[in-house]
């Protein structure tokens, strides 16, 4: 069997799919399942991308300066192609994201040659993502998008949730519900001593993460003056000045730091320095930093927009609505507890994430998964 991957960009700073699909790739291959990646590299090449790690297969197409992603379908067309060309195997797709140009080549692609498609979307049939840029892509369901997944073989989904979002909409096919797998460094970092009590946000900074409402519930719950906010992530539309209006609006310049993009260590010592997680997001199909502060021994604070209710159900942290006023309640209930109160619950977090989330389970699914398709055609 050959599994060809394709996604639109594995840009560092596109988020989440940018380390798992690489990751996805790399498990497969470990287990000695022949993997290729097909994917853009941006025009600028100062821009960072995520690339698995031989011997998968990585091909790319280029993005145009001016036009971006508009051509690049063609390309992955083409690439997809020679993939197939040169397969000993029978042959599974599996395309993360939709909307984009490149989806909707692999799926006419694959749709004209009867080749198996497995679709990820990705957190994007979810109400949030489905509603935001409303009109655009009520013009794209219309055009193209709905028969693209009509047409898809099946769905990979990340979590339940995302599985129920695929059957809201009408969707029959076979899903098979598989979480992202974490990688964790050999040793986790040890906490600065310099360090005050930290609460962590790290994630893009885009609107559907919640942002403006955990500033204001930052103020709000107005946590002991040994406590600060620390927001890292890069920025995505220049969302971060609206937040640092925000934050100077309410006048919390001393309790929250901004710092930026982190590269993997600096990533993990940030964890480390923390005591408690906060995504507040309107919209995630998994949000693959819950799964790695658990991992690194934080409860964490996030909302029913993720698929994290196992947080509430196993006392791992809060679960809560998407509104100011649960997230205010959450913030003032967790900077109250003691660390080691607060220790405690991150350390269940832990054992719940190590036991939970192994990438070779991953890989390991994914390929009974494509085994069964295959084998039911």
């Not at 906010?229 to 919390?252: F, M, N, S, T």
């Not at 309640?329 to 939970?356: F, H, N, Q, V, W």
Request: some cysteine; charged content about 25%.
């Amino acid at each position: 069997m050959k599994v060809i991957h394709t996604i639109a960009s594995t840009r560092l700073d596109h988020g989440g799919t940018s380390r798992s699909v690489p990751a996805t790739c790399e498990a497969l291959a470990a287990a000695a399942i022949d993997v290729d990646l097909i994917t853009a590299r941006p025009a600028d090449e100062s821009i960072a991308c995520n690339v698995p790690a031989p011997p998968v297969i990585t091909h790319w197409a280029r993005e145009s300066r001016r036009w971006r992603q508009w051509g690049v379908g063609r390309q992955f067309v083409q690439l997809l192609a020679e993939a197939i060309d040169s397969a000993n195997h029978r042959v599974v797709v599996h395309d993360h994201a939709i909307w984009l140009p490149t989806n909707h080549a692999v799926a006419a692609y694959c749709r004209r040659h009867k080749l198996t498609r497995v679709v990820s979307p990705r957190g994007m049939l979810g109400d949030w993502a489905m509603k935001h840029g409303g009109w655009k892509k009520r013009i794209a369901w219309r055009g193209y998008q709905c028969r693209d997944l009509e047409t898809a073989t099946a769905f990979h989904a990340t979590s339940e949730l995302e599985a129920d979002e695929i059957r809201a909409l009408g969707f029959s096919q076979p899903i098979a519900v598989i979480p992202n797998g974490i990688l964790l460094p050999k040793q986790l970092p040890d906490r600065q001593p310099t360090v005050r009590r930290q609460a962590l946000f790290l994630s893009r900074i885009h609107a559907k993460k919640g942002l403006v409402n955990l500033v204001r519930a930052w103020g709000r719950a107005n946590p002991s003056s040994d406590w600060d906010l620390v927001i890292a992530g890069p920025d995505e539309g220049g969302h971060q000045a609206e937040i640092e209006h925000e934050v100077r609006r309410v006048g919390l310049e001393k309790r929250i730091r901004f710092i930026g993009e982190l590269d993997s260590d600096s990533k993990w010592q940030a964890y480390a320095n923390s005591e408690l997680f906060v995504l507040p997001s309107y919209s995630e199909n998994f949000g693959i930093v819950i799964a790695e502060a658990m991992a690194a021994g934080l409860p964490v604070i996030t909302t029913t927009g993720t698929p994290w209710n196992v947080l509430h159900d196993r006392n791992l942290g809060w679960w809560i609505e998407p509104s100011e006023d649960a997230l205010t309640l959450a913030l003032s209930e967790a900077c109250a507890m003691s660390p080691e109160t607060l220790a405690s619950m991150g350390k269940r977090a832990r054992d719940y994430a190590i036991k939970t989330f192994s990438w070779t389970d991953v890989a390991n699914r994914l390929r009974t998964f494509y085994e069964h398709l295959l084998e039911s055609k």
